[in-house]
């Protein structure tokens, strides 16, 4: 419920995005049941099952050196921090050995 309104229902949903949104509710809805939308919604859903998780909110943090860490169900700000912090200085690591060396060998 928000606000009283059952908001699982698609109707109420567009009217209460729209008007969060200041968008039109008609052309919200239609977006919303779109096939795009739809395609969208069930590639996000199965990337989510992959995960193998049972929280939520679960949050994925991604590096450009391939470096993954899942957080699931966590509501404290230090993890996160700590986490993207050592994801940083790692990256910052990886980029200053390419600097001095170069490519590592394929």
């Given at each position: 419920?928000?606000?009283?309104?059952?908001?699982?229902?698609?109707?109420?949903?567009?009217?209460?995005?729209?008007?969060?949104?200041?968008?039109?509710?008609?052309?919200?809805l239609e977006?919303?049941?779109?096939?795009?939308?739809?395609?969208?919604?069930?590639?996000?859903?199965?990337?989510?099952?992959?995960?193998?998780?049972?929280?939520?909110?679960?949050?994925?943090?991604?590096?450009?050196?391939?470096?993954?860490?899942?957080?699931?169900?966590?509501?404290?700000?230090?993890?996160?921090?700590?986490?993207i912090?050592?994801?940083?200085?790692?990256?910052?690591?990886?980029?200053?050995?390419?600097?001095?060396?170069?490519?590592?060998?394929?």
């Amino acid at each position: 419920l928000r606000e009283g309104q059952h908001f699982g229902d698609w109707k109420i949903a567009a009217e209460i995005g729209a008007k969060a949104a200041n968008l039109g509710a008609k052309e919200l809805l239609e977006r919303a049941r779109s096939t795009v939308v739809e395609t969208r919604v069930r590639a996000a859903t199965a990337d989510f099952h992959l995960l193998q998780v049972t929280q939520r909110p679960t949050l994925v943090f991604d590096s450009e050196i391939g470096d993954r860490a899942v957080f699931s169900g966590f509501v404290r700000l230090e993890p996160f921090v700590a986490t993207i912090d050592s994801m940083l200085d790692d990256a910052a690591a990886y980029a200053a050995h390419k600097a001095h060396f170069g490519e590592p060998p394929r």
